[in-house]
Nanobody, 116 residues
Framework: QVQLVESGGGLVQAGGSLRLSCAASGSIFSFNTMGWYRQAPGKQRELVARVSSGGNLVYTDSVKGRFTISRDSPKNTVFLQMDSLKPEDTAVYYC??????????WGQGTQVTVSS
């Protein structure tokens, strides 16, 4: 089993910044992908960004140039630095870890609210 604990959400004004953290523990394989998804009210959960253990990065178009994902592999932690936040970034953000065919795991979610 894998446990994911998120922190760093909150309320910020448009143009501000927040940094999310997610610490993973348990049966974490060396090869995995960690990332962040978000779900706004009435919308489907969508990928925000992910980073593989090999360092491959993927961002959704709407956050490119504003968000930066990084990971501290020895500490099994992934970060999401969110700058130039917009009201449309308001959502519950979920940490995700994929071990490929050995399973996917989700954090409990952290609320990010951007006021205009």
């Amino acid at each position: 089993q894998v446990q994911l604990v998120e922190s760093g959400g909150g309320l910020v004004q448009a143009g501000g910044s927040l940094r999310l953290s997610c610490a993973a523990s348990g049966s974490i394989f060396s090869f995995n992908t960690m990332g962040w998804y978000r779900q706004a009210p009435g919308k489907q959960r969508e990928l925000v960004a992910r980073v593989s253990s090999g360092g491959n990065l993927v961002y959704t178009d709407s956050v490119k140039g504003r968000f930066t994902i990084s990971r501290d592999s020895p500490k099994n932690t992934v970060f999401l630095q969110m700058d130039s936040l917009k009201p449309e970034d308001t959502a519950v953000y979920y940490c995700h870890l994929s071990r490929g065919s050995w399973g996917d795991y989700w954090g409990q979610g952290t609320q990010v609210t951007v006021s205009s």
